[in-house]
């Protein structure tokens, strides 16, 4: 994980609403999708776009995916952002 992929990732209103809509547990794909008026190609590639940065996790369960938020890795994104912080002073 970059931190550039994480902060590109994070761009995007949708990919932080998928990313808020995890902070109350795993959803499926399914579940996620109805909450935009976006086309779920559109949708499926937010979702690579967070797995790519590791901000998500997927399960597959059956025929449907099942994501998961990854808190690890925007506390890591967040601790190198304060490191840069502290280096300046």
Do not use: C, W
Request: net charge neutral.
């Amino acid at each position: 994980m970059g931190i550039n992929t994480v902060f590109e990732a994070l761009s995007h209103p949708v990919r932080r609403k998928v990313l808020a809509l995890l902070k109350s547990g795993p959803m499926s794909a399914g579940d996620l999708a109805a909450h935009f008026d976006i086309s779920r190609p559109t949708l499926s590639v937010h979702f690579a776009k967070l797995k790519e940065a590791e901000l998500v996790a997927v399960q597959r369960q059956g025929t449907s995916l099942i994501y998961h938020l990854n808190t690890s890795v925007l506390e890591q994104a967040l601790a190198d952002v304060l490191s840069l912080k502290e280096q300046d002073q």
